[in-house]
């Protein structure tokens, strides 16, 4: 199996080609793992919603964090798994809501580095998207070193 490895438009790399029916050579998981290293941001397009191959998919980037060693994410663990969470309550009165340009939304997260404040290092997260929204339901990354090496001199 081959992956071609596809730029995406500011920083990141799309993986074109992955075959997740069957095994996938550690060559593969390698070629990936190293592009996120690189890159930053992998994007997976077409590989489903199944949990399972998430978190198959997950285990090639390294070990993953528990929720229950962590305690920021036990109150958005998914019931019966303990390295799932789930991001958006899908917009439901138990989401935090907020006035973005002047519209109330539900389940609407600001910029944000996942779990800084915690004693364990989020090298990474990887989403997966459950059912597509009718409107908004944007996500957006920031490559930080990126930002701060465009910087000025006297800015930085």
Not at 94 to 118: E, N, R
Not at 122 to 149: F, N, P
């Amino acid at each position: 199996m081959a992956v071609e490895l596809r730029p995406l438009q500011s920083f990141g790399v799309e993986v074109v080609g992955l075959d997740l029916s069957g095994p996938v050579p550690d060559s593969v998981k390698a070629q990936v793992r190293a592009a996120w290293l690189e890159h930053g941001v992998v994007l997976f397009r077409g590989i489903g919603v199944d949990a399972e191959v998430q978190l198959e998919l997950s285990q090639w980037f390294g070990d993953l964090l528990s929720n229950e060693d962590n305690y920021a994410l036990k109150s958005l663990s998914v019931a019966g798994s303990k390295d799932l969470i789930e991001v958006s309550r899908g917009g439901t009165p138990t989401s935090p809501s907020y006035y973005i340009d002047g519209q109330l939304k539900a389940g609407y997260l600001f910029w944000h580095q996942d779990l800084v404040y915690t004693p364990s290092i989020c090298k990474g997260s990887l989403l997966r998207m459950v059912e597509k929204c009718d409107v908004d339901g944007q996500t957006g990354w920031i490559d930080t070193a990126m930002v701060y090496d465009a910087l000025s001199e006297e800015m930085k």
